[in-house]
């Protein structure tokens, strides 16, 4: 196991009053998200916007503190450290981020945005060339390339500069947040082949938060499905896709198309009622409750619980005896 998230949770207060010194309430962004990650998995977490899993991200990275948990990296609570004692636990631990077109700044060289992280960790002169060359090569680029601007490179490209990047001081785990969703369906793929291969070169673990489920099929070892701060299920890819348990897992899945036509002529949509609640004041019981076409009577009273229904396969939903508390 390469990282283990125990119990996290992450608030953020909503203040007003005079000077905006008054908390008047809290955003569970996440609220008691527990799971592991193993060395040379990617897991894939999905959800629709606000579900927490860019929070869960950000948290992991320690780019926002967590309010409560515990997050396990080579036998250290991350969560417990100081900013100091974090510095050598990031080098480790790093990010290729949503849109390239924002993440690398227009006034930098392909060089200068790869070389960043090596400048701050004192890599100079011949050694700092030949890594620059090295992780061009890497994610498919010519070295002649590294004098070239952000604006000189198609959306692919960018991405992949993105990902030498966080390359550059050979991490072990990479949160990719959403790294495919300003790119087009065949430039998704290279990346996805490009994001596969170096994990395989160099051992690396991937945490690959997306809302798309298609992708997320593809490069996936495992799922987990969030919804409103919480976790709703989390299994392998196959038992995921093939035998979804829960309900809100059952909705996602019933609306992405399937590739076989006789398949998909059978295809039934769910839609889900209504919109996701605010954070602000989540329902009670099971959170997706209101929008739930299996809710019963005990919904809106009894919070579920993970339970595992088979060996990898956990589910937050009452209609398993696994899931009561
Ligand atoms: Fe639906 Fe009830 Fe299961 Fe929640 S606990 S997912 S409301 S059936």
């Given at each position: 196991m390469i990282l283990e998230v125990t119990n996290l949770t992450k608030y953020f207060p909503v203040?007003?009053?005079?000077?905006?010194?008054?908390?008047?309430a809290e955003v569970?962004?996440?609220?008691?998200?527990?799971?592991?990650?193993?060395?040379?998995?990617?897991?894939?977490?999905?959800?629709?916007?606000?579900?927490?899993?860019?929070?869960?991200?950000?948290?992991?990275?320690?780019?926002?503190?967590?309010?409560?948990?515990?997050?396990?990296?080579k036998n250290k609570d991350l969560a417990s450290l100081s900013n100091k004692e974090l510095r050598p636990y990031r080098q480790k631990?790093?990010?290729?981020?949503?849109?390239?077109?924002?993440?690398?700044?227009?006034?930098?060289?392909?060089?200068?945005?790869?070389?960043?992280?090596?400048?701050?960790?004192?890599?100079?002169?011949?050694?700092?060339?030949?890594?620059?060359?090295e992780l061009l090569k890497l994610v498919g680029l010519s070295p002649y390339m590294a004098e070239r601007y952000p604006h000189e490179f198609s959306g692919g490209q960018r991405q992949r500069l993105g990902v030498a990047r966080a390359l550059a001081l050979q991490p072990e785990?990479?949160?990719?947040?959403?790294?495919?969703?300003?790119?087009?369906?065949?430039?998704?793929?290279?990346?996805?082949?490009?994001?596969?291969?170096?994990?395989?070169?160099?051992?690396?673990?991937?945490?690959?938060?997306?809302h798309d489920l298609s992708v997320v099929r593809h490069i996936s070892d495992r799922v987990m499905v969030m919804y409103l701060g919480k976790l709703m299920e989390v299994a392998d890819r196959d038992s995921m896709y093939e035998k979804p348990l829960h309900p809100y897992t059952q909705a996602l899945l019933s609306a992405v198309p399937i590739p076989d036509p006789a398949v998909e002529a059978e295809r039934k949509v769910i839609i889900l009622k209504g919109e996701v609640p605010s954070p602000l004041n989540p329902p009670t019981g099971c959170v997706f409750h209101p929008r739930c076409f299996k809710a019963f009577e005990d919904c809106p009273k009894v919070v579920p619980v993970m339970g595992e229904t088979s060996p990898g396969h956990h589910v937050a939903c009452l209609l398993y005896k696994e899931c009561w508390p």
């Open positions: 203040t007003g009053g005079f000077f905006g010194r008054k908390k008047l569970k962004a996440v609220d008691g998200v527990s799971f592991a990650i193993h060395k040379g998995e990617t897991l894939g977490l999905v959800g629709e916007s606000g579900s927490g899993k860019t929070t869960v991200g950000k948290n992991i990275l320690q780019l926002q503190r967590p309010t409560s948990g515990e997050i396990w990296f631990l790093q990010v290729v981020f949503q849109d390239p077109y924002e993440s690398l700044d227009p006034r930098f060289t392909a060089a200068d945005i790869i070389g960043e992280p090596l400048r701050l960790h004192k890599v100079k002169g011949g050694e700092y060339n030949k890594r620059i060359a785990f990479i949160v990719c947040d959403e790294p495919l969703s300003a790119l087009d369906v065949s430039i998704q793929a290279q990346i996805i082949n490009l994001l596969d291969d170096l994990k395989n070169k160099f051992g690396l673990s991937y945490l690959f938060i997306s």
